[in-house]
Each structure stands twice: as structure tokens, then as C-alpha cells.
């Protein structure tokens, strides 16, 4: 069975500081793919960062960074110099190659960035 | 622009209802998908379709079918709307190849059951 697990229903953080929203899976699986989407108050989704369990550099976007631990089974968003607009939920989610095309999400963190 | 559109972004119906929900993507993706959001608990997966005519149930399937007569469109259909439905409805799609592919999705739909 697979599960992702976010453990901060809610997070603040001061305007261009750095925020990290933690995610942690569980799977018996070796090949899969971890994601991160953000969903602002308008109810898109948007896609911010993927990360490949082969990959062995943590992915970068910009401003959003995965702090990628396998061992730990943890793939934790980094975001650097935080906006306003950054204010969202935001989701992790799975896929593993023996789990079809399917996707698993977490339950989301919610993010305020403070000015 | 890739887009993946919905029929609504809110929707009010009556308990008993019929109610169908429209999803049209224009990426020529294979793999299409419905969830539905709630409060912490996230998206969870009501049915999926990896091709034409074809579909697979998710994790909770129950009060809900879907139909997929044409690639670009997949509907999700509540044969008698209750209120336990009323929640986010989003539609997602994605290319079929490739751990690495994301999923698109489309703005949701909130349906409220009254």
C-alpha cells in the first residue's frame, strides 16, 4: 500500500524568509516519481517541482527546491525568499511504475506567508 | 497552452439528482483521471480512463461512473447525488509514458448537494 504523509496541517512564514513543507511516503517500491503541487485559493492546480527516486541531485525550479532523502523516505519543498503569492495549499504526491498511472497525494499543507 | 477545462466551477444540485460532471482535454492525453478534495484528506481517486471506452475504479468508487466516448473527454457521472457528495470535483490528465510526466488538471468543480 502506498501513503503520503504531510504532517504540518498549516504553516506561517515571514515574507522572503525560507519555508520548508515536509512529505514523507511510504512505499516498497524502487522506481517512482514524487511531486509537488501547489494550489492556490482559485482551486488550480499547479505543478512546482518532480523528482525521480533514480535521481541523484536534488531537483530544483527556481525558487522550489526537494530536499530528496530515500533512505528516509522523505521529500521535503524547500522555498526560498517566500512572496505573498506563495500563500497556498500545497500537496505532495507519488507515483510508482508498478502502481499504474495513478497518483497518491498527501493531505496537504496550508501556507501563509506574513508580510 | 495546454488546458484541461470544466463543464462548471459551481455547481448546486438537489439530492437524487442526476448530475454530470464535463471534462475535455485538449493534450491528446491517453491517461485521464476525476478526484474529489476534501478537507484533510486531500485528492483521492474516484475513477481513472488509460484510453477510450475504457475506465478502472480508484479508491472510492461508490456513487459515481464515468463515461469515455472520445480521447479529449472524460465525464463523471453521479447516477443520485447525496449530500455526502458535495465536495471539489477535479479532472486531471496526463501522457501515458513516463514516471516523470505530471498531471494536468483542470479548475474544479465545487458541487454542493443540497
Known amino acids: 500500500a502506498q501513503k503520503i504523509t504531510q504532517t504540518q496541517p498549516g504553516m506561517f512564514v515571514q515574507e522572503k524568509e525560507a519555508v520548508t513543507l515536509d512529505c514523507t511516503y511510504d512505499?516498497?517500491?524502487?522506481?517512482?516519481?514524487l511531486f509537488w503541487y501547489k494550489q492556490p485559493s482559485s482551486g488550480e492546480m499547479i505543478f512546482l517541482i518532480y523528482?525521480?527516486?533514480?535521481?541523484?541531485q536534488n531537483a530544483t525550479e527556481g525558487r522550489y527546491s526537494l530536499n530528496f532523502q530515500k533512505a528516509r523516505k522523505s521529500a521535503n519543498l524547500v522555498i526560498s525568499a517566500s512572496q505573498l503569492g506563495d500563500s497556498a495549499m500545497y500537496f505532495c504526491a507519488m507515483r510508482d511504475i508498478n502502481y499504474g498511472q495513478n497518483f497518491v497525494f498527501g493531505p496537504g499543507t496550508r501556507l501563509s506567508v506574513l508580510p | 497552452d495546454v488546458k484541461v477545462t470544466q463543464s462548471s466551477r459551481y455547481l448546486v444540485k438537489r439530492t437524487g439528482e442526476k448530475v454530470f460532471l464535463e471534462c475535455v482535454q485538449d493534450?491528446?492525453?491517453?491517461?485521464m483521471f476525476w478526484y474529489r478534495q476534501d478537507p484533510g484528506l486531500g485528492l483521492r481517486l474516484i475513477y481513472f480512463s488509460y484510453d477510450v471506452k475504457m475506465k478502472e475504479k480508484g479508491d472510492i468508487p461508490e456513487g459515481y461512473s464515468v463515461s469515455r466516448e472520445k480521447k479529449e473527454r472524460f465525464s463523471l457521472i453521479l447516477e443520485s447525488a447525496s449530500t455526502n457528495q458535495t465536495s471539489m470535483y477535479l479532472c486531471?490528465?496526463?501522457?501515458?509514458?513516463?514516471?516523470?510526466?505530471?498531471?494536468?488538471f483542470g479548475p474544479g468543480t465545487r458541487l454542493t448537494v443540497l
Open positions: 512505499t516498497s517500491d524502487q522506481s517512482y516519481g
Open positions: 523528482q525521480g527516486s533514480y535521481d541523484e
Open positions: 486531471a490528465s496526463r501522457q501515458l509514458a513516463g514516471t516523470y510526466n505530471e498531471q494536468f
Open positions: 493534450m491528446d492525453h491517453e491517461n
